[in-house]
């Protein structure tokens, strides 16, 4: 079992910055690659960003490529997602889930979702 706590959400003007966290407890955080996704309001949840077990690697959604970065703190059982430059369109519940194997894009290759939290940037 792994538990997902995200934090660090909130309202922000367009153009600013937010990072979230993603804080692991129950399972061995160093073997574990890290997912971020979003889901807006009568949206599907989609793909953000990912980052593998060691953080050598890491993936991201063309809609945030050059504004996010995924970092993560091994020592620290925690991933970390910067949000820079953002725009209104980024509004949306984050929610960071555990990869269990195959394309790091692909939402149904998750397990252990967390409870998410909101970001919202007003234009």
């Known amino acids: 079992q792994v538990q997902l706590v995200e934090s660090g959400g909130g309202l922000v003007q367009a153009g600013g910055s937010l990072r979230l966290s993603c804080a692991a407890s129950g399972r061995t955080f160093s073997n574990l690659g890290i997912g971020w996704f979003r889901q807006a309001p009568g949206k599907e949840r989609e793909f953000v960003a990912a980052i593998n077990r060691s953080g050598g690697s890491t993936y991201y959604a063309d809609s945030v490529k050059g504004r996010f970065t995924i970092s993560r703190d091994n020592a620290k059982n925690t991933v970390y997602l910067q949000m820079n430059v953002l725009k209104p369109e980024d509004t949306a519940v984050y929610s960071c889930?555990?990869?269990?194997?195959?394309?790091?894009?692909?939402?149904?290759?998750?397990?252990?979702w967390g409870q998410g939290t909101q970001v919202t940037v007003s234009s």
């Open positions: 889930a555990v990869s269990v194997g195959g394309s790091y894009y692909d939402r149904r290759l998750y397990d252990y």
